[in-house]
């Protein structure tokens, strides 16, 4: 704007790089390509009414695709989040699932199924976003709406170089009136320190100081997840060797995503054209 010892013209002559941005649903998305930007991407499960939070960013010290592969894997519940699931008492979730991968207009739909039970849906959307439903699990809830209230889920991995990467991450519970303020008042409470104390909890476990089923038992279910989560995708290393790697049948999710994303790049390598992937109106599944 000024600079020192010049006149006006000299400052008017030097300029930043600037990008087109968008606000939405809490965040701002920032296209930093050449050219003009495409279309902006909305959501329209996101565009209902109802509490919208959006969390702060993680950032964990480990490679970008560590982080994408755990969205479309649902057979890891059992096993990385074995703990959360006993201390939840979840039995319905302790019970290995038939488990289907598909690609869709979108990117990837898993579905999981268990003799007896309504399916399970995850959703992978190309290129780095995903999206659960999960119960809210009001501790105050006071009415059957928010007993029966469901919170739609979205995360978006994104690298910040080589050997770290971000999470962001938005809630949408589908409350109104009193339950509404309610929800809002002790998610935000939860949230304000559940981001730094899963780093803070998951660096204890990677460093041997304390086992995962040794953790304060009054962790709530949502900051047990985080810690778990980060536990195994930060002790992988900075960049896991995936050539190693033995996927199986429980892998089908992981494998269909990776497959797009090689199919993706390839395209791009050669100068192809790439999928224009589609959201959907509605919520599959």
Same mark, same amino acid.
């Given at each position: 704007?000024?600079?020192?010892?010049?006149?006006?013209?000299?400052?008017?002559?030097?300029?930043?790089?600037?990008?087109?941005?968008?606000?939405?649903?809490?965040?701002?998305?920032?296209?930093?390509?050449?050219?003009?930007?495409?279309?902006?991407?909305?959501?329209?499960?996101?565009?209902?009414?109802?509490?919208?939070?959006?969390?702060?960013?993680?950032?964990?010290?480990?490679?970008?695709?560590?982080?994408?592969?755990?969205?479309?894997?649902?057979?890891?519940?059992?096993?990385?989040?074995?703990?959360?699931?006993?201390?939840?008492?979840?039995?319905?979730?302790?019970? *290995?699932?038939?488990?289907?991968?598909?690609?869709?207009?979108?990117?990837?739909?898993?579905?999981?199924?268990?003799?007896?039970?309504?399916?399970?849906?995850?959703?992978?959307?190309?290129?780095?976003?995903?999206?659960?439903?999960?119960?809210?699990?009001?501790?105050?809830?006071?009415?059957?709406? /928010?007993?029966?209230?469901?919170?739609?889920?979205?995360?978006?991995?994104?690298?910040?170089?080589?050997?770290?990467?971000?999470?962001?991450?938005?809630?949408?519970?589908? *409350?109104?009136?009193?339950?509404? %303020? /309610?929800?809002?008042?002790?998610?935000?409470?939860?949230? /304000?320190?559940?981001?730094?104390?899963?780093?803070? *909890?998951?660096?204890?476990?990677?460093?041997? %100081?304390?086992?995962?089923?040794?953790?304060?038992?009054?962790?709530?279910?949502?900051?047990?997840?985080?810690?778990?989560?980060?536990?195994?995708?930060?002790?992988?290393?900075?960049?896991?060797?995936?050539?190693?790697?033995?996927?199986?049948?429980?892998?089908?999710?992981?494998?269909?995503?990776?497959?797009?994303?090689?199919?993706?790049?390839?395209?791009?390598?050669?100068?192809?054209?790439?999928?224009?992937?589609?959201?959907?109106?509605?919520?599959?599944?």
């Amino acid at each position: 704007m000024e600079q020192p010892g010049e006149d006006t013209t000299f400052a008017e002559k030097v300029r930043i790089r600037a990008y087109p941005t968008q606000e939405y649903l809490g965040l701002i998305f920032v296209y930093l390509c050449e050219g003009e930007a495409p279309p902006f991407r909305r959501y329209p499960q996101f565009d209902q009414p109802g509490v919208l939070i959006a969390l702060p960013p993680e950032s964990w010290p480990c490679n970008y695709y560590n982080r994408l592969d755990n969205d479309p894997d649902g057979g890891h519940v059992l096993y990385t989040h074995n703990e959360s699931v006993k201390r939840a008492q979840r039995t319905d979730r302790q019970h *290995l699932r038939v488990m289907t991968a598909e690609e869709t207009s979108y990117g990837v739909k898993v579905t999981m199924t268990v003799p007896g039970k309504p399916p399970e849906v995850l959703l992978s959307y190309m290129p780095n976003n995903n999206e659960i439903t999960v119960k809210v699990g009001m501790a105050t809830a006071r009415s059957e709406e /928010a007993n029966r209230a469901w919170e739609d889920r979205r995360t978006w991995a994104v690298p910040i170089d080589n050997e770290s990467s971000y999470r962001f991450e938005i809630n949408l519970a589908h *409350l109104t009136g009193a339950d509404a %303020k /309610a929800y809002e008042m002790s998610r935000r409470e939860a949230l /304000a320190q559940a981001g730094s104390l899963a780093i803070e *909890l998951g660096e204890a476990v990677l460093s041997g %100081k304390v086992a995962i089923h040794e953790l304060d038992p009054k962790l709530s279910t949502y900051e047990l997840f985080r810690v778990e989560d980060y536990v195994t995708q930060v002790g992988q290393g900075r960049i896991w060797d995936r050539s190693r790697e033995r996927l199986s049948a429980i892998d089908r999710g992981v494998f269909l995503r990776r497959k797009l994303w090689h199919r993706e790049l390839k395209a791009l390598a050669e100068g192809q054209p790439l999928i224009e992937w589609v959201i959907p109106e509605t919520r599959e599944g």
